[in-house]
């Protein structure tokens, strides 16, 4: 089998984003103006690439940021084992590590191996993986698929990282993240390996 490659993908920017607001899964937001310009920019840097599926979450600022690759008629599925994490009733509010001793708390605790610890009403991130794997067995079986864009989010792409990549979710802050940044990853039917970390050159080019 010929390694087969996997484009994955952070949704573009939205009001939330810029505002400090938390999204998570039940925030269906859309991208903003620079969203949308980003997502141009992407296209502008890879439309030219033969995908043989685009994968995003079921939540529409995914589907947003590939959407001119969905206008070239690739086949398209929205998996909601792709949605953000829930950060609980903490969505739609504005969290900061400086002022949120809950939110401090936990996400000290999943450094710490505590990958169980959720925000109230939330999820953890083990909750998350585990929603996400039977999208990994079936991006892995489907091997016709060589070459696949699949758009997330930041804290569910990190999760998702952890799992493709054989870490332990405790090392997932090493894994940055950044509205439409790219990991472009390898997969030789048993193994992922990182070919682009955290790769946003399509974003700084002229115009």
């Known amino acids: ?23 998570g899964s039940g925030v269906d937001s859309s991208l903003n103006d620079t969203g949308r310009r980003q997502a141009a920019q992407f296209f502008a840097a890879y439309g030219h690439v033969p995908f043989d599926k685009v994968y995003t979450s079921a939540l529409r600022r995914t589907q947003e940021s ?3 690759f969905l206008d070239l008629g690739l086949p398209h599925e929205a998996h909601a084992g792709l949605n953000e994490i829930s950060w609980g009733v903490r969505e739609g509010t504005r969290i900061t590590m400086e002022e ?25 991130p083990e909750e998350v993986a585990a929603r996400q794997r039977p999208f990994i067995e079936l991006l892995k079986a489907r091997e ?21 990549l054989n870490y332990p979710l405790s090392c997932m802050e090493g894994f940055e993240h950044s509205n439409l940044c790219l990991y472009k990853l390898e997969y030789t039917g048993s193994v992922f390996t990182i070919k682009n970390f955290l790769d946003v050159t399509h974003l700084q080019a002229v115009g």
């Open 144 to 164: 016709d698929e060589e070459t696949v864009l699949v758009c997330m989010h930041g804290r569910a792409m990190r999760v998702m990282l952890c799992q493709l």
């Open 1 to 23: 089998m010929r390694p087969r490659t996997i484009f994955l993908l952070r949704h573009g920017q939205t009001d939330f984003n810029v505002r400090g607001i938390v999204q």
């Open 66 to 68: 590939v959407q001119q």
């Open 100 to 124: 949120d001793a809950e939110y401090r708390q936990v996400l000290a605790g999943w450094v710490a191996g505590d990958t169980h610890a959720r925000l109230t009403g939330g999820e953890s």
